[in-house]
């Protein structure tokens, strides 16, 4: 049974897609901390009427970056916790944590990644983007996390047709229904041991076999 920790900054609906497989027993892993930046967010309130402890870490809270990093990090190392998910988290980790947690960080991105990635590209900025510069198809990415937002390997994909008659709205709802499959089904892989690196990219088992 992995333990994971949550980070989130909004309405966490995909820590929730994540939790609601745990609690069908999809995944065999637990949740036991959630952080975020936010301490009003949807989130927040989910883990609350779940019982999941939770952590506010932001600037108000802890004025000392560097104080602030070391909690975190200690924090996450006396819980023993085995995986990290960014589920809408919209800051940056500390470099401490994503040192310590090497492919142990994972992030859900709103597109095809190495495309309409990188600091400034979130949420509907995604949608805008695509569908501006015409794509035809879009998607959901999960990749371990590094030292520059999404940059870091990916893991698994899924991808969505772009409608001609598409807004940033719609493709988002299709793009969102995606994401709660899809963050799932690598949360399982890697609380189940089958995601393997070959050659410096990540790779899950079931996938190579077939």
Same mark, same amino acid.
């Not at 989910?46 to 932001?58: D, G, K, Q």
């Given at each position: 049974?992995?333990?994971?920790?949550?980070?989130?900054?909004?309405?966490?609906?995909?820590?929730?897609?994540?939790?609601?497989?745990?609690?069908?027993?999809?995944?065999?892993?637990?949740?036991?901390?959630?952080?975020?930046?936010?301490?009003?967010?949807?989130?927040?309130?989910?883990?609350?009427?779940?019982?999941?402890?939770?952590?506010?870490?932001?600037?108000?809270?802890?004025?000392?970056?560097?104080?602030?990093?070391?909690?975190?990090?200690?924090?996450?190392?006396?819980?023993?916790?085995?995986?990290?998910?960014?589920?809408?988290?919209?800051?940056?980790?500390?470099?401490?944590?994503?040192?310590?947690?090497?492919?142990?960080?994972?992030?859900?991105?709103?597109?095809?990644?190495? #495309?309409?990635?990188?600091? !400034?590209?979130?949420?509907?900025?995604?949608?805008?983007? &695509?569908?501006? @510069?015409?794509?035809? *198809? %879009?998607?959901?990415?999960?990749?371990?996390?590094? #030292?520059?937002?999404?940059? !870091?390997?990916?893991?698994?994909?899924?991808?969505?047709? &772009?409608?001609? @008659?598409?807004?940033? *709205? %719609?493709?988002?709802?299709?793009?969102?229904?995606? #994401?709660?499959?899809?963050?799932?089904?690598?949360?399982?892989?890697?609380?189940?041991?089958?995601?393997?690196?070959?050659?410096?990219?990540?790779?899950?088992?079931?996938?190579?076999?077939?």
């Amino acid at each position: 049974m992995k333990k994971i920790a949550v980070f989130v900054s909004g309405g966490g609906s995909n820590f929730i897609a994540i939790h609601r497989q745990i609690i069908q027993g999809n995944i065999l892993g637990k949740i036991v901390m959630v952080f975020s930046n936010n301490p009003n967010c949807g989130a927040i309130k989910f883990a609350e009427e779940n019982s999941i402890p939770i952590f506010i870490i932001n600037a108000a809270r802890y004025p000392n970056a560097h104080t602030r990093d070391e909690f975190l990090l200690e924090t996450c190392l006396k819980a023993e916790i085995d995986l990290i998910c960014l589920a809408g988290f919209m800051k940056m980790l500390p470099q401490n944590i994503v040192k310590q947690y090497e492919y142990r960080i994972l992030n859900i991105h709103p597109g095809l990644l190495p #495309e309409f990635g990188g600091k !400034g590209f979130y949420g509907t900025r995604v949608h805008e983007a &695509v569908i501006n @510069t015409g794509k035809r *198809e %879009s998607g959901a990415t999960v990749h371990f996390v590094d #030292e520059i937002y999404d940059h !870091g390997p990916i893991i698994l994909q899924k991808k969505v047709e &772009v409608m001609e @008659t598409d807004t940033p *709205e %719609s493709l988002a709802a299709r793009v969102l229904k995606l #994401e709660h499959e899809l963050f799932p089904e690598v949360v399982k892989a890697f609380c189940e041991n089958k995601i393997i690196m070959e050659n410096n990219k990540p790779k899950i088992l079931e996938y190579n076999e077939n």
